[in-house]
């Protein structure tokens, strides 16, 4: 089995930062990519960064120049720190992984998603 937790989110006021962070542990047998989602009230969860196996990154254009994602991959984690946030900004933010699990198929897992809330 293959679990996501995230930690770090919270409140923060506009022009702010916050980092996530998000671990991913279990009986895993590789990583493909690992990345963030967010999901505001009323709206679809929307794609937000990725970091794939080979170091690539890549951003929504609403937080590309504001929001790093990096990844340290001896402890299986991915990290997203979130500068200069707008109100706009807040959410659920989830964490996503591309995994193969022992004995398991290439699926996608979710973490269980941190509040993040930017007040004026």
């Known amino acids: 089995q293959v679990q996501l937790v995230e930690s770090g989110g919270g409140l923060a006021q506009a022009g702010e930062s916050l980092r996530l962070s998000c671990v991913a542990s279990?009986?895993?047998?590789?990583?493909?990519?690992m990345g963030w989602y967010r999901q505001a009230p009323g709206d679809q969860r929307e794609w937000v960064a990725t970091l794939s196996d080979n170091g690539i990154t890549n951003y929504a254009e609403s937080v590309r120049g504001r929001f790093t994602i990096a990844g340290d991959n001896t402890k299986n984690t991915v990290y997203l720190q979130m500068n200069s946030l707008k109100l706009g900004d807040t959410a659920v933010y989830y964490c996503?992984?591309?995994?193969w699990g022992v004995g398991a198929p290439r699926r996608d897992y979710w973490g269980q998603g941190t509040q993040v809330t930017v007040s004026s």
């Open positions: 279990g009986s895993i047998l590789s990583i493909e990519n």
């Open positions: 996503n992984g591309r995994i």
